[in-house]
């Protein structure tokens, strides 16, 4: 993809350019992400998705760098995109495959933590990007003659922790990955203004030294 080749390049110059220790880490994640908060507009309040959210399913890819060692703490920087669906809907009763969406691209820093068990790596980061997403937005658009909900562009935000166990000296299993922040729509939409956001993922890295 363009954005994800435009992504390598600037990491792979900022690495050639760093002459201390350093790390390039490549990553794939399957997660599942709760949007809460969301206003049913079903004329008798029975959504498909119950309580005011739904909860989204997919693939998210990413690439981070660390390049700043404090103490037992390396600082970085992570940019990662990811796309989810699901097939219920907090703002309506109908349902079907893939009614919810949400496309979203999010940067931030990033620190990773020396323990007395080499193998078990923590880290935490904080993230912000856009989102575009019709999980809260009611408006129906045709599309191909089929009625599809208008999608909405929101700023999220997002506060990441979890840990990689390394299984190869080039190959970490993310075992856990657990997420908490907000969305905060921008721009014209009709649906819910501000929406919740909780997830929980695991995948796998795989990362090498950078000199």
């Given at each position: 993809m363009t954005f994800g080749k435009w992504i390598a390049v600037v990491l792979l110059g900022l690495a050639s350019s760093i002459t201390a220790r350093a790390q390039l880490g490549v990553y794939g994640i399957y997660?599942?992400?709760e949007f809460s908060g969301i206003q049913c507009y079903d004329?008798?309040?029975?959504?498909?998705?119950a309580g005011g959210k739904v909860s989204p399913t997919g693939g998210w890819g990413g690439i981070y760098y660390d390049f700043r060692t404090f103490g037992p703490v390396r600082l970085g920087i992570d940019?990662?995109?990811?796309?989810?669906?699901a097939n219920k809907s907090a703002v309506s009763?109908?349902?079907g495959q893939n009614i919810t969406t949400s496309h979203a691209v999010l940067g931030g820093v990033r620190g990773s933590f020396h323990t007395p068990i080499r193998w078990v790596k923590p880290y935490a980061?904080?993230?912000f990007g856009w989102n575009r997403t019709d999980a809260s937005?009611?408006?129906l658009t045709e599309v191909n003659g089929l009625f599809e909900h208008t999608n909405d562009n929101f700023l999220q935000y997002e506060v990441f922790g979890g840990a990689d166990l390394q299984i190869a000296s080039f190959l970490?299993?993310?075992a856990l990955e657990l997420g908490i922040g907000n969305m905060n729509r921008f721009g014209s939409g009709t649906g819910t203004a501000s929406v919740g956001v909780r997830s929980?993922?695991?995948?796998?890295?795989?990362?090498?030294p950078v000199r």
């Open positions: 997660s599942a992400t004329p008798q309040g029975q959504c498909s998705s940019v990662r995109g990811g796309t989810e669906h009763a109908a349902g980061q904080v993230s937005d009611p408006t970490d299993f993310r929980i993922g695991a995948g796998v890295v795989v990362h090498f």
